[in-house]
């Protein structure tokens, strides 16, 4: 916490104003009932019309305040209920000085009785302000100890050694409730792994500083840590923590520099607020600073138990200067920059703008009109030819196309894209797989046999639980097994790292079925000759990226390279994208088994595909 710690208390003290004001116009009356019986009356009355006049005092403190307040408004108000409560108890040493001061020494029993219920009171009611607490009861708990002495007797010396015992209990007591308070609010406001403020201290600061910085600008980063997921699951949670905490000293550290707030929200994402600064110049040009020393400070090497770890971060900036906008707004612009470092390819700062908003908006629109694409009847499929070296179709992909109502054609590269990032790429996949499957059965029975379909698979949907059941479900549906063209699924080849065993195991499991496997834009990703030793395929698809620039000779090398691999491990090669008959002859020559392109055929629907099977 940057401030006091009678910031944890706003809601607490709020509360005990209304106890106190109800609890002593309930007992104060008594005084006037001991007034009419034990003295003049005149005196009684006037204590209470000024304990009157005190709790109206105390009830426009009680509605005055408000969770909206601003901290430094609550500091301020809180001051306020401080002097209320000290001298709304201080009314009672009056009226015990005026009593015991009678020659009636039922008056003093009585006088003695409320002041130390005042005091049990206040140790009770004050326990969350801890300086408060200890001058009440001591202005309290003082006079009786003085009366005891003054008597000279020597019970009365035993009743004052009492009374400071007293004093010393209620006093050890408030400590006690103080320090409770204190842990349970600690425990509720913050992360207990780091120390750091948690999501719920981290909102309240964050509203608090929109409403009080109205006129200036701050900066809020939402920090996620890069494939800190992997280090969990193959170093284990401990190691994983120690990193967390390792990753929470080092911002903290950077953060104090600056007057920043640190906060972890859960996981491996923090979040800094920083300070008020006057201009947009100047909070954007501190934030594009800090945040780029916060990535070079977490790519330092960690040494948690004898191994060196290696981690980057994604950092999402929101720039705020709009009190209309609540704190959630502006962790939302942050998350929304973030996810765009993600989606870019991690390791780097993103500050949120107009722009990117709306192309977020854009996505979001894309993907409540998605969810309905099916029901509506949008999709639909294209089939596009595979040609042998004999220049005859042997084959197919099969390509989903969305034709929305409300956007017209949309770009399967957009709302591909947005089915994965949504987990509706279930729901899609499932359908286009049955879809295919329901032609390829209709093929089968006007005779049209082709050798192979291609089907692009996902494999966030390939490693979905329900998959293998799913694949069942529809061979025995369609009796697939009697059909005379084998099914390849597809998967891309930059997407396999996410699970490899458990991807191993499906794929071993689909091919009990006769499903082959093909990895897609084979070339484009990471540890090629791997993936191909371990991932058990019969097929590699050549990217189309690396076909448009065969005139290129350095390009040209790396296709022969890849067919000749393909060759010594006996998978048949496919080149996407062949567009020109200089591309279709090279590939011939260098035995590329077979080829797909606009030089035979775009994507074409079921009915123009059986057609185009007929004329070859």
Known sequence: MTTNDNINFYNFMHKQILVVILLFLGTGPGYIVMGYLYSSIIVEIFWFILFLLLSVWGWKLYRNYSKRMTISQKDRWLEKVKYFMFIYFSLWTIMFLYYISKDDISAHYIAIATQLGSAVVAATILASQKKLVVATVSFLMLPLVIYFIAIGELYSYILAFFTVVLSMVLLYAAKNTHAYLLKSRFQAYHDYLTGLGNRRYFIEYLDSSVRENKNKYTYLLLIDLDYFKTINDTLGHDVGDKLLVEVSQRLTQLADKYSNIVARLGGDEFCILSDALETKEQCLAQAKEFSNKILYTIKETYFIEDSSLHISASIGVSIINNPKLNAHDFLKEADIAMYEVKSAGRDDVVIFNDALCKIIENKLHVERLLHFAIEKNEIYLQYQPQISCKNKIIGCEVLARWKSATLGQVSPEVFIGVAESTGYIIELGEYILEEA??????????????????????????????????????????????????????????????????????????????????????????????????????????????????????????????????????????????????????????????YQGYLFSKPILSEEFEKLMLSN
């Open 437 to 594: 499957i329901k032609t390829l059965q209709r093929w089968e029975s006007i005779g049209m046999h082709l050798h192979q379909m291609s089907i692009n698979i996902s494999v966030r949907q390939l490693l979905n639980k329900d998959f293998i059941s799913l694949v069942e479900r529809l061979i025995r549906q369609y009796n697939v097994a009697s059909f005379h063209t084998k099914l390849i699924f597809e998967i891309t080849e930059t997407s396999t790292s996410q699970d490899l065993k458990r991807l191993i195991v499906t794929i071993n499991a689909l091919k009990k079925y006769n499903i082959h496997f093909s990895i897609d834009d084979f070339g484009t990703g990471y540890s090629s000759l791997s993936y191909i030793r371990d991932i058990p395929v019969t097929e590699l698809k050549i990217d189309q990226s690396f076909i448009a620039e065969l005139d290129n000779r350095q390009q040209a090398s790396l296709v022969k390279s890849i067919v000749d691999i393909s060759k010594n491990l006996h998978l048949t090669t496919v080149a996407e994208g062949v567009e020109t008959q200089e591309q279709r002859d090279f590939l011939e020559k260098i035995e590329c088994d077979l």
